[in-house]
T-cell receptor, first 113, second 113 residues
Framework: DTEVTQTPKHLVMGMTNKKSLKCEQHMGHRAMYWYKQKAKKPPELMFVYSYEKLSINESVPSRFSPECPNSSLLNLHLHALQPEDSALYLC????????????FGQGTRLTVV | AQSVTQLGSHVSVSEGALVLLRCNYSSSVPPYLFWYVQYPNQGLQLLLKYTSAATLVKGINGFEAEFKKSETSFHLTKPSAHMSDAAEYFCAVIPTGGFKTIFGAGTRLFVKA
């Protein structure tokens, strides 16, 4: 199994809503990532988890809250988002060592209204 | 700081023609280099990676890339374009001793029938 599965594929939420994005992998990878991608731009790193511990937070606003419940799962909790947060949110995983290639999920297309 | 430059935000080729997508990196020490492809509304998929084992790297879907230290380049080529190759292509680096993937701005490949 070389897949990273993200749910939901699409999400529309209001600025006062609370929602969560989910990511799952069963490749035994111990590094997991959240990226944000705006249209016609490369992915921007948001968070990195290594061995279920948050190791990198790229100065992301607190309205985005990551969680890594176990080695296979990664969540991104969303609260009080702004319309400019609308984007494709990508989850990825890799072997720890950081020089390894990342395996990406299909992404969640988020629209904030 | 390490950076990646992709020359040409758009490249258009005819079906059956040579594909050449350019990537240059800035580093005195060769980093780990990658090419990823992204189809519309999809995540990123690894095409190939350079890890210093060989300067000519073969990837999936008939793509290959040649690492040229003297030119600090890692251009992506395919001898004969297919309509299904139309996508966004990202060159990426992980600096030696680093941990963060740095993506180029991307090149959109169009394939004309």
């Amino acid at each position: 199994d070389t897949e990273v599965t993200q749910t939901p594929k699409h999400l529309v939420m209001g600025m006062t809503n609370k929602k969560s994005l989910k990511c799952e992998q069963h490749m035994g990878h111990r590094a997991m990532y959240w990226y944000k991608q705006k249209a016609k731009k490369p992915p921007e790193l948001m968070f990195v988890y290594s061995y279920e511990k948050l190791s990198i937070n790229e100065s992301v606003p607190s309205r985005f809250s990551p969680e890594c419940p176990n080695s296979s799962l990664l969540n991104l909790h969303l609260h009080a988002l702004q319309p400019e947060d609308s984007a494709l949110y990508l989850c990825a995983s890799s072997q720890v060592g950081f020089q390894e290639e990342a395996f990406f999920g299909q992404g969640t297309r988020l629209t904030v209204v | 700081a390490q950076s990646v430059t992709q020359l040409g935000s758009h490249v258009s080729v005819s079906e059956g023609a040579l594909v050449l997508l350019r990537c240059n990196y800035s580093s005195s020490v060769p980093p780990y280099l990658f090419w990823y492809v992204q189809y519309p509304n999809q995540g990123l998929q690894l095409l190939l990676k350079y890890t210093s084992a060989a300067t000519l790297v073969k990837g999936i879907n008939g793509f290959e890339a040649e690492f040229k230290k003297s030119e600090t380049s890692f251009h992506l080529t395919k001898p004969s374009a297919h309509m299904s190759d139309a996508a966004e292509y990202f060159c990426a680096v992980i600096p030696t001793g680093g941990f963060k993937t740095i993506f180029g701005a991307g090149t959109r490949l169009f394939v004309k029938a």
